[in-house]
């Protein structure tokens, strides 16, 4: 059975710095693509983040360019959103996607004072 693992989300003033991590269960981070997602109440899933399956193209989120920086880390296994100056706009429940249709549960990421 495949899936991820999310894990760092919490409680972060503006202006601060969270990392989260996702742990693939049953593949390899090298695998396939794959993407950071975030969602608020109401809104659709946005896409934050990806990585090409060689681990070479990145992009972001116009939202999070600049902020945001998406790594991965192949002897851990494990997938990274290093995310710096964070503003109460990143309030969301943040999810790791592989392919189409493997997610994590998510890790809620709250910014507030």
């Known amino acids: 059975q495949v899936q991820l693992v999310e894990s760092g989300g919490g409680l972060v003033q503006p202006g601060g710095s969270l990392r989260l991590s996702c742990a693939p269960i049953?593949?390899?981070?090298?695998?396939?693509?794959m993407r950071w997602y975030r969602q608020t109440p109401g809104k659709e899933r946005e896409l934050v983040a990806s990585i090409d399956v060689h681990g070479i193209s990145i992009n972001y989120a116009d939202s999070v360019k600049g902020r945001f920086t998406l790594s991965r880390d192949n002897d851990k296994n494990l997938l990274y959103l290093q995310m710096d100056n964070l503003t109460p706009e990143d309030t969301a429940v943040y999810y790791c996607?592989?392919?189409?249709?493997?997610w994590g549960q998510g890790t809620q990421v709250t910014v507030s004072s």
């Open positions: 049953g593949f390899t981070v090298r695998a396939y693509s």
């Open positions: 996607n592989a392919l189409s249709h493997i």
